[in-house]
């Protein structure tokens, strides 16, 4: 965990930093929001655009660190501790990069964003795949529906076929790369229908399982 923190910490303090140096060259609007076709469609004031990211960052890295001491299943977090403190990182990356995407778009580096984001959310929904396997029953990581925690089996069972079906998705995701137009459809289906059909298919295997009761 110190190591994922450190990491971590240091990822901010560089975006911090990088937000101090770039703010004289900034305009006083940065663009900070763009539509499925990669252009832009929202724009902020720019000491939000600068700093908003890295806040939120330390933000999101203080609730990561919070969540394994209130979790009442603490020692389930423990066994799946390495991959949750490697999704810490990769998440607070994942951040990293959407933040310095948008320095890049406002200093007048042009290129499609949708393009440009495509890879880091396929990476982060294959890693969320590896997670989701390996997660152990706890109240914060994971599938949790009343079927999940209820039952441990039931608990495992769907968080093989979540993982793998998140998995499948981070790949697809990126095949969105090729069809910039169409990247949401590849980004959004397959999330969807893995989150939908993990909750679906806990409620069956729990009813499967009582039933051989």
Known sequence: ???????????????????????????????SHWDHKGQVDGYISKSWGLFL???????????????????????????????YDRFIVLFILFLFYIYLLTIFWNLNYKF??????IPAFGILFYYIGILTENAKQNW??????????????????THKVGGQLFKIAGLLTLIGILFPNYAIYFFLIPVLFAAI????????????????K
């Open 197 to 212: 059909y993990s909750i679906i298919y806990s409620y069956f295997e729990y009813q499967k399982l009582n039933k051989q």
């Open 140 to 157: 914060f990581i994971g599938i949790k529906t009343p079927w999940t925690l209820s039952n441990n089996k039931v608990w495992e069972k």
């Open 1 to 31: 965990m110190k190591k994922s923190i450190i990491m971590s910490s240091i990822i901010i303090l560089i975006a911090f930093i990088i937000s101090i140096y770039v703010y004289p060259q900034m305009p006083d609007k940065i663009a």
């Open 112 to 117: 499609n964003m949708t393009q440009m984001i």
């Open 53 to 83: 990211m890295p806040v939120l960052s330390l933000v999101i890295l203080a609730l990561f660190i919070f969540i394994p001491k209130i979790d009442p299943l603490k020692k389930n977090l423990k066994k799946f501790r390495k991959y």
